[in-house]
């Protein structure tokens, strides 16, 4: 979903870190400042949220603005792919979350899966990088790239409830339940499922 108004916000945001962190002329910085302060505003006024948290979640970052990035993990078992329930909207959603430093993508899969949904998983191989603006998510501050990982199941077993999941539960192409559109869409899912049964399918962009 594109709204203009949160695009202009974010992209204002962008070249105010980048001033920030490489302009040396101080009136210049005092500039950069300003195009930061009203990225705030607008994305304050038009999301109705308050400047202080807008500041914190929006705007606190240093050094030059990169997408941050997504990892899901895609296991299937009978032809049956593991969703967790999440805790933050009671829906569901690929196991994963943000990329961690010093961690590797296959890795974060690894111990996304582990963590929201009890069980443990060999990476296989990558089946999509998506940018998520071009995907009926709903609206995000956040420039996002969300990488779908192709894992194979190894052993453990469905988590009751975890520190952001109340469940795990595998479900097949025609039983969906109730999706968390913040992170995964109907439509994603049932790309998954394609890739995943065909062994020579490139790696989706975009």
Not at 10 to 38: H, P
Not at 128 to 152: G, Q
Request: proline letters at 5%; hydrophobic letters at 40%.
């Amino acid at each position: 979903m594109n709204i203009p108004w949160l695009e202009w916000a974010k992209e204002i945001q962008a070249i105010s870190q980048a001033g920030l962190t490489y302009g040396e002329n101080g009136y210049d910085l005092e500039r950069y400042e300003a195009l930061r302060k009203i990225s705030v505003e607008m994305m304050s006024y038009f999301s109705e949220t308050p400047i202080d948290k807008v500041t914190a979640l929006f705007a606190s970052d240093t050094g030059y603005q990169t997408p941050k990035v997504d990892i899901r993990a895609v296991v299937l078992r009978e032809n049956k792919l593991l969703l967790v329930k999440e805790r933050a909207d009671g829906a569901w959603a690929l196991p994963g979350g943000w990329a961690d430093i010093g961690l590797t993508p296959s890795e974060v899969a690894v111990k996304e899966t582990r963590e929201e949904a009890g069980y443990d998983v060999k990476p296989v191989r990558l089946l999509a990088v998506f940018d998520k603006k071009r995907h009926a998510h709903p609206p995000s501050a956040n420039h996002v790239y969300k990488m779908f990982i192709l894992c194979e199941l190894v052993g453990g077993e469905a988590l009751e409830a975890g520190l952001e999941t109340t469940g795990a539960q595998f479900f097949g192409e025609s039983e969906l339940p109730p999706l968390s559109v913040e992170r995964n869409t109907a439509a994603q899912l049932q790309r998954m499922f394609e890739l995943a049964r065909d062994h020579t399918a490139q790696t989706l962009l975009d």
